[in-house]
């Protein structure tokens, strides 16, 4: 018999995720914390079965212009240890059962919180066993998603030789002239000061590629959640002294995730973003990660989609890419039609 309770204790939500494979920063305790702080409703609940721990979900309500819903983002994420769940059919069912436990509960809060909706943007593998789990819940595919359903990811248990070797060879060059140049520095900071001078950069990589930026607010307010915890660096990188390209890395549980990016053109033919990277990659293995997420990539090949370049410049590094499950929308209420209508067209209008 399956039940649900709220998770009110740090040290049990992430001693549970400490023992699952399959996960992200977006299911991470800070990452609730730093919603709070984006001031939005934060709701954590895990499903027992028996004694025992085997899903936790982290719930956040979002009120936006396209409607009020409730998000889970790369989640629930699940551990179960029972052998005869090795069984496909019975793991699918079971993970069916652990979808509706935590369910049934969003429902009331839901219905409570006046939301349209309810979006989960799980990290399952993209496979038929598990679409039908959502399906057969009465979910549909959500007509754009929040966060990556496609990502990269680099195994770091490897020399930093191996790693060399394994990347593209424009790649493994472009890090070799990038060390030789004496006038090229990557250094790392936990300076909230530092925030500032991402910004200036991210905000002229907004002005090149076209997308829609996070706000200063946002920035800083996802450095400062990670910061008590040293789960979070800036890395500055400089040319002649001048900063040209930067990025904030979020260390959590062995993973290190390049979250944000940001770069100027200013000098094309000096390999700031690719030496930046490597150096990344370097300290997360001094760090003790054993793996890298470069976050997201493009769902296709096609040098038409608007991040092509960064999936080709991200996949240069070597690793392997992961697809999960797209992302899934349950409706409660009409209003979640017009947020269906307000997202089709936006997806029409960002070309992807």
Request: charged residues 30%; hydrophobic residues 40%.
């Amino acid at each position: 018999m399956l039940k649900i309770e709220e998770i009110k204790g740090k040290k049990i939500w992430e001693d549970f995720l400490l023992g699952c494979e399959e996960k992200t920063f977006l299911q991470s305790w800070n990452w609730g914390e730093f919603q709070k702080m984006m001031k939005n409703k934060v709701w954590r609940f895990g499903v027992y079965d028996g004694g025992d721990l085997v899903g936790v979900t982290q719930v956040f309500k979002i009120e936006a212009k396209r409607g009020t819903f409730l998000f889970v983002p790369h989640g629930p994420i699940l551990r179960i240890k029972n052998e005869k769940l090795k069984i496909k059919n019975y793991n699918s069912k079971f993970k069916k059962e652990i979808l509706n436990t935590f369910l049934e509960e969003l429902k009331r809060i839901a219905k409570r919180e006046n939301c349209g909706f309810v979006r989960v943007a799980a990290i399952w593998e993209r496979i038929e066993e598990n679409e039908k789990i959502f399906k057969d819940l009465g979910f549909r595919e959500a007509p754009m998603h929040i966060h990556p359903e496609v990502t990269w990811e680099l195994n770091l248990e490897k020399s930093e030789e191996e790693l060399l070797m394994d990347m593209r060879k424009t790649t493994r060059y472009l890090i070799r002239q990038g060390l030789k140049n004496e006038e090229l520095k990557i250094e790392k900071s936990q300076n909230p000061e530092d925030i500032e001078v991402f910004n200036n950069l991210y905000q002229k990589t907004v002005d090149r590629h076209h997308f829609v930026p996070f706000s200063l607010n946002y920035l800083k307010n996802e450095f400062l959640a990670f910061l008590p915890d040293g789960q979070v660096l800036i890395f500055l990188a400089k040319y002649k002294g001048e900063c040209l390209a930067s990025s904030l890395i979020i260390f959590w549980q062995g993973i290190a995730f390049y979250h944000q990016g940001a770069s100027v053109k200013k000098y094309p033919k000096i390999p700031v973003s690719y030496l930046l990277q490597w150096e990344t990659i370097k300290e997360a293995k001094t760090m003790g990660c054993k793996l890298y997420n470069f976050w997201g990539i493009a769902e296709t090949e096609s040098k038409k989609h608007p991040f092509w370049g960064l999936s080709l410049f991200k996949k240069g590094f070597g690793g392997y890419e992961k697809r999960y499950v797209k992302t899934q929308d349950l409706p409660l209420s009409f209003k979640y039609w017009l947020t269906f209508a307000f997202e089709v067209l936006r997806r029409k209008r960002r070309g992807f």
